[in-house]
T-cell receptor, first 112, second 115 residues
Framework: GQQVMQIPQYQHVQEGEDFTTYCNSSTTLSNIQWYKQRPGGHPVFLIQLVKSGEVKKQKRLTFQFGEAKKNSSLHITATQTTDVGTYFCAGPRTDSWGKLQFGAGTQVVVTP | KAGVTQTPRYLIKTRGQQVTLSCSPISGHRSVSWYQQTPGQGLQFLFEYFSETQRNKGNFPGRFSGRQFSNSRSEMNVSTLELGDSALYLC??????????????FGNGTRLTVT
């Protein structure tokens, strides 16, 4: 079945450093969405990418959609403690079982 | 605009009991989806309702059911609770169920513990 995989599963980052998390789909996606879940919180929508090769920026966050629309990445520059949380990517399912297929998430821990 | 409201926030039940969770979507949103979140399995889709009709269902046993009312509010029911049902249950709404470009707006979730 359709799978959305995220790597790494865990990311320990020193405050001020950059890092990238990756999302790979087993099928071509019409769009990909990114969500952030703070510890003890709920997923919050960050951004949606639709076009092949699309790049979008939100302050220190840069999101990219692959040319083949099967992968995406999230790059965070100058990591801050406010970036702590789990980042999920999600893409529309190709079967009838629901709206979005979520990846397992990348849990980000920031060390001051 | 008020966000997605889920009640109750926390629930403790014993095995064999049943439970009903409630979700009020953002005003004007007609699609409500339910997800189960556990540390080991991540976010797993339960079902989606749109205009009082279940449009999609995930791979969960029949003990999990739901419904949606004419005001788009939704309830989820789990019967004969098992220990493995302990999880965070998240409700999410979106404006149009058929619009796959609409992001999901999640509620704070209901933390269910089965003992």
């Amino acid at each position: 079945g359709q799978q959305v995989m995220q790597i790494p599963q865990y990311q320990h980052v020193q405050e001020g450093e950059d890092f990238t998390t990756y999302c790979n789909s087993s099928t071509t996606l019409s769009n990909i969405q990114w969500y952030k879940q703070r510890p003890g919180g709920h997923p919050v929508f960050l951004i949606q990418l639709v076009k092949s090769g699309e790049v979008k920026k939100q302050k220190r966050l840069t999101f990219q959609f692959g040319e083949a629309k099967k992968n995406s990445s999230l790059h965070i520059t100058a990591t801050q403690t406010t970036d702590v949380g789990t980042y999920f990517c999600a893409g529309p399912r190709t079967d009838s079982w629901g709206k979005l297929q979520f990846g397992a998430g990348t849990q980000v821990v920031v060390t001051p | 605009k008020a966000g997605v409201t889920q009640t109750p926030r926390y629930l403790i039940k014993t095995r064999g009991q049943q439970v009903t969770l409630s979700c009020s979507p953002i005003s004007g949103h007609r699609s409500v989806s339910w997800y189960q979140q556990t540390p080991g399995q991540g976010l797993q889709f339960l079902f989606e309702y749109f205009s009082e009709t279940q449009r999609n269902k995930g791979n969960f046993p029949g003990r999990f059911s739901g419904r949606q009312f004419s005001n788009s509010r939704s309830e989820m029911n789990v019967s004969t609770l098992e220990l493995g049902d302990s999880a965070l249950y998240l409700c999410a709404s979106s404006p149009q169920g058929t619009d796959y470009n609409s992001p999901l707006h999640f509620g704070n979730g209901t933390r269910l513990t089965v003992t």
